[in-house]
Nanobody, 124 residues
Framework: QVQLVEPGGGVVQAGGSLRPSCAAS????????MGWFRQALGNEREFVSA????????YYADSVKGRFTISRDNAKNTVYRQMISLKPEDTAVYYC?????????????????WGQGTQVTVSS
């Protein structure tokens, strides 16, 4: 059983930055692509970013492109989400997830293990 643990989250003012992480249990972390999704209150879960198993390819939603950076450290079984220039509309619960299928990286259905989610609140 794979566990994805997301410590932190937090409250930050608009224009600020955060660098949350997601740590995976097990010895197969480096074999899988990883993704970040978010869900704002009353909205559906939406794709934020994804990274290939070796970090060689990354994907971003248009809404975060240029402001968010996904990265991973396979030696530490950890994926990161650097966020800068945060906006109030970035307020949401953020989830990391492990991708296992050939479906699009943008599709939540491509992921089978999910973190517990952490709240990020950006105040104006």
């Amino acid at each position: 059983q794979v566990q994805l643990v997301e410590p932190g989250g937090g409250v930050v003012q608009a224009g600020g930055s955060l660098r949350p992480s997601c740590a995976a249990s097990g010895r197969t972390f480096s074999s899988y692509a990883m993704g970040w999704f978010r869900q704002a209150l009353g909205n559906e879960r939406e794709f934020v970013s994804a990274i290939a198993w070796n970090g060689g390819t990354t994907y971003y939603a248009d809404s975060v492109k240029g402001r968010f950076t996904i990265s991973r450290d396979n030696a530490k079984n950890t994926v990161y989400r650097q966020m800068i220039s945060l906006k109030p509309e970035d307020t949401a619960v953020y989830y990391c997830a492990r991708r296992v299928s050939s479906k699009s990286s943008f599709d939540p259905g491509a992921y089978n293990y999910w973190g517990q989610g952490t709240q990020v609140t950006v105040s104006s």
